[in-house]
């Protein structure tokens, strides 16, 4: 990966970002099941509170649905192979700065962007945790 690939890749993925994704990837790992908010943090590593304006903001979003209650939780609004990873990285409005050679890389980039989530499922991530977390037993 160049120098150039990596800063892309921070600017689509920034720390607030990848919590949602981490969240979201929990719920993923759980669905259809519900889980709690302190459930989620702890497992993920993200303080409660923050992670509580974020699944607000996803639930405003409709990617998440909330029941309150003792019985109550987060949980996917829809099937983890239905939700595409596209929706949840929108590409950064263009600057307002630069000339007509930034704005033309600025629209390339989230073009590029685009291309390359709009295949990808938030399941095909849920995957490759799995397949990462997977170590081999040699026991007998």
Request: net charge neutral; charged share 20%.
């Amino acid at each position: 990966m160049t120098s150039i690939e990596s800063k892309i890749i921070i600017k689509v993925v920034n720390e607030t970002k990848a919590y949602r994704l981490e969240a979201l990837l929990e719920l993923a790992a759980a669905y259809p099941a519900s889980l709690t908010v302190s459930e989620v943090a702890r497992r993920r590593g993200i303080p409660a509170t923050f992670l509580a304006r974020l699944l607000g903001e996803l639930a405003h979003e409709e990617l998440v649905v909330t029941t309150r209650g003792p019985h109550g939780g987060v949980r996917l609004a829809a099937q983890p192979e239905a939700i595409g990873l596209a929706q949840l990285f929108l590409p950064e409005p263009p600057p307002n700065t630069g000339g007509a050679a930034v704005r033309w890389l600025a629209g390339r980039l989230a073009e590029a962007q685009q291309e390359v989530l709009a295949p990808l499922k938030l399941a095909g991530l849920v995957k490759v945790e799995r397949e990462h977390e997977t170590t081999p037993s040699f026991e007998i």
